[in-house]
């Protein structure tokens, strides 16, 4: 685990683990692979009866570093959505043990998936979310599966596809949250949450959590597998590549359709 990519630290069988790359925790394969590991100690440990994931910079996460897709074929894109859409999938699903984001600035696409990862979700109210990959000519391909699932089809449609963000009010009002705190103190109202969970017995916790996702998950793995084909095939269209050296050269795209 990168110490340097991210923070890890234990206290009163809490684990928390902070986003640690700086400005904006761009997600690069070396801070998926540092946040995995993270989650597998955290896991590991039976010391940790609750994990809290949160961001040492004022941006929870901005998303995937553009540099991953940008002029890279499709089985690089394949590579790094191995970790983030499966091996975190993974990895959440078998922690046996309840997991909380705790949210106080921005989050965009790929950070969306490591929040909705969670249990629950702790936004302060200054918080905004969104999912712009179909402004770069992406698609935000994971959510497709993952937001009609806990929002329903007519609230997921609109941030999905017009990529326009939204704030703490409307995610809490479509599902997407599990509470809104004022802003600045969304990690403490974690950390009062994960001393109740880590409170309960963590036998009683492994068993009722590992039920309660194979519960909800149905089918959820094949349903992520089909994402991940359609973001790489996305990935490696004209227009995908022309959105994304639009955005970084700041101008306006020219989409011909290939």
Do not use: W
């Not at 965009?108 to 402004?135: H, L």
């Not at 036998?203 to 998950?217: E, P």
């Not at 227009?239 to 020219?254: H, I, M, S, W, Y």
Request: with cysteine; glycine share 8%.
């Amino acid at each position: 685990m990168s110490t340097d990519l991210v923070r890890y630290s234990v206290s009163g069988n809490i684990a928390e683990i902070m986003l640690d790359r700086p400005p904006v925790n761009a997600l690069s394969m070396d801070l998926i692979d540092a946040l995995l590991a993270a989650l597998a100690k955290a896991r590991d440990d039976e010391a940790v009866r609750a994990v809290i994931i949160g961001s040492a910079h004022k941006v929870f996460c901005a998303g995937l570093d553009l540099d991953i897709i940008r002029g890279k074929p499709g089985i690089e894109t394949k590579k790094f959505l191995e970790r983030l859409y499966f091996a975190l999938n993974d990895t959440q699903y078998r922690m046996g043990k309840p997991t909380i984001a705790a949210i106080d600035g921005a989050v965009r696409a790929g950070g969306m998936t490591i929040a909705i990862s969670c249990d629950m979700i702790i936004a302060g109210e200054g918080c905004s979310f969104g999912y712009p990959e179909i402004d770069v000519g992406l698609i935000p391909a994971i959510h497709f599966v993952q937001l009609p699932r806990l929002v329903g089809k007519h609230q997921a449609f609109g941030p999905l596809f017009l990529g326009e963000p939204f704030d703490a009010a409307t995610a809490f009002r479509m599902g997407l949250l599990s509470e809104v705190v004022p802003k600045g103190t969304a990690l403490e109202r974690a950390r009062q949450l994960a001393g109740k969970l880590a409170a309960k017995s963590p036998i009683v916790m492994k068993i009722g959590r590992d039920a309660f996702m194979r519960a909800v998950d149905a089918d959820f793995r094949r349903s992520v597998e089909n994402a991940a084909e359609s973001f790489a095939l996305v990935a490696t269209t004209e227009d995908c590549q022309e959105g994304l050296n639009a955005f970084v050269e700041k101008r306006t795209p020219n989409y011909r359709g290939r």
